[in-house]
């Protein structure tokens, strides 16, 4: 049970912690907002979690930022969950009033939508005065770059955003809700069929009738050939699908194919353990306004930002996101909010960048 004389007690928890500059840049952002918490870094392994969350409870902790490993294996031991946590089953940020139940909070999320409504504020500005349908977004994604991509999959479920991914982990596709092979005018999938998120159906085929092989009813591994037949398609038709049945999204074999004038916003992550290579003139393929995020760089700036700052496009970088995610966090238990240029600064001196 809290106590209003008891000084707040918040946390990261992760493993491993050391190195974790989460305690630091929040510290000082508390302090410099003279809100009088305490804020811990648990290095819990994941044996331990659940017997770490249940400590949370019993000692009355008001919040946690949840670091790697544990996004997806803190999101059953929540009491409840957002939106996004319950469609992504991830979590990153957890929090509790009083007695009352442990929440989970997918913010990640939250801080990409804003992202983009951001960049395209006027435009969304002038169109809400008429009341008109979301503008359809195309957002291409490079690689891997987890837990971002996961907070993709609620925006993923808007059926006014087109997605086009490169080399991206099966998953992202598979549970977004609009796989390629079988979404629907707006992008649910409801399947009489009894398909589960990742559009299997009860027999473990996925909507391209493969079993979890890769291997279709005769036996062959459709791998290649579908790689064959992406190409054709997306050549023959731009939305990769038809007029009754748009393919919201569409998946690509090269970044050259990826990125073109149509697409609005980027995100560039992880392939082959390195940051996806993209070269300056399929950055001057795009048109502002359009924002490109790189989620491979924690630096305040990158190659890509740079050259994308020359097109006037707008940019991120994986610090950008984190600074918000904290500043969200720490709204979300005191609700209070902070100085970002403090956070930022606290994160770029533990970094040293």
């Not at 979890?212 to 290649?224: Q, Y």
Request: hydrophobic share 40%; charged share 25%.
């Amino acid at each position: 049970m809290t106590d209003s004389a008891v000084q707040p007690i918040a946390c990261v928890l992760g493993h491993p912690i050391a190195g974790n500059p989460t305690q630091f840049a929040v510290e000082r952002a508390l302090a410099a907002a003279d809100i009088d918490w305490r804020f811990l870094s648990l290095d819990v392994t994941a044996e331990d979690l659940p017997a770490a969350v249940a400590g949370m409870r019993a000692m009355g902790f008001r919040g946690g930022i949840v670091a790697d490993p544990h996004r997806g294996a803190v999101a059953p031991l929540c009491d409840e969950t957002d939106e996004a946590a319950t469609i992504a089953a991830y979590v990153d940020v957890l929090s509790r009033q009083d007695d009352g139940p442990l929440r989970g909070h997918f913010v990640s999320t939250e801080v990409l939508r804003a992202a983009i409504s951001k960049t395209f504020a006027d435009e969304a500005a002038g169109e809400s005065a008429g009341d008109k349908s979301p503008v359809e977004r195309t957002i291409a994604v490079l690689g891997d770059a987890d837990p971002w991509l996961a907070a993709l999959l609620p925006l993923m479920r808007q059926p006014h955003y087109r997605w086009r991914l490169f080399d991206t982990p099966p998953e992202l596709w598979q549970r977004s809700g609009a796989d390629t092979a079988n979404s629907t005018p707006d992008g649910h999938q409801d399947d009489p069929a009894g398909r589960d998120l990742a559009g299997r159906d009860p027999a473990g085929r996925d909507p391209a009738g493969r079993d979890p092989a890769g291997r279709d009813p005769a036996g062959r591994d459709l791998a290649e050939v579908e790689r064959k037949e992406m190409n054709a398609q997306d050549v023959a038709s731009p939305t990769g699908g038809n007029a009754a049945h748009p393919r919201r999204v569409r998946r690509t074999a090269r970044i050259e194919e990826t990125i073109d004038e149509a697409v609005d916003v980027v995100l560039r992550g992880m392939c082959d353990g390195e940051p996806c290579l993209i070269s300056e003139t399929v950055i001057q393929r795009l048109r502002a306004p359009a924002l490109v995020i790189d989620l491979a760089e924690w630096t305040g700036s990158s190659p890509l930002t740079r050259a994308a700052g020359k097109q006037n496009l707008a940019t991120l970088t994986r610090l950008d996101l984190m600074v918000d995610q904290t500043a969200r966090a720490v709204q979300c238990w005191t609700d209070q909010a902070i100085d970002e240029a403090i956070l930022r600064e606290a994160y770029e001196e533990f970094l040293e960048i």
